[in-house]
């Protein structure tokens, strides 16, 4: 079993910064894919970030520019820095992974339970 538990959501300002962190832990590897997602209410569940075994990142093109992914790989922690947030930021963000180091752009099995990012 793999467990993702994110931190650091909340409510702020347009224009303002939060950091998100995902804790991962149990059987999986921290050079394994791993990407963050998110759905705001009424739409579908949405990648805005991935990196892969290389550490190599991509982002969708909504939030490329203003957010950047990162990880500890000694601490299993994932990281998403988020500047010149906007309204259109809010959402539900979730951490993920998957048994694989390349081709991270979808068909992921582990998630957390989410964090809530409130831009207003």
């Known amino acids: 079993h793999v467990q993702l538990v994110e931190s650091g959501g909340g409510s702020v300002q347009a224009g303002g910064s939060l950091k998100l962190s995902c804790h991962a832990s149990?059987?999986?590897?921290?050079?394994?894919?791993m990407g963050w997602f998110r759905q705001a209410p009424g739409k579908e569940r949405e990648a805005i970030a991935t990196?892969?075994?290389?550490?190599?990142?991509n982002y969708a093109d909504s939030v490329k520019g203003r957010f950047t992914i990162s990880k500890d790989n000694a601490k299993t922690t994932l990281y998403l820095q988020m500047d010149s947030l906007k309204p259109e930021d809010t959402a539900m963000y979730y951490c993920?992974?998957?048994?694989?180091?390349?081709?991270?752009?979808?068909?992921?099995?582990?998630w957390g339970r989410g964090t809530q990012v409130t831009v207003s």
């Open positions: 993920a992974t998957k048994v694989q180091y390349y081709s991270c752009d979808s068909s992921y099995n582990y």
């Open positions: 990196i892969d075994g290389d550490a190599t990142a």
């Open positions: 149990g059987y999986t590897r921290s050079t394994y894919c």
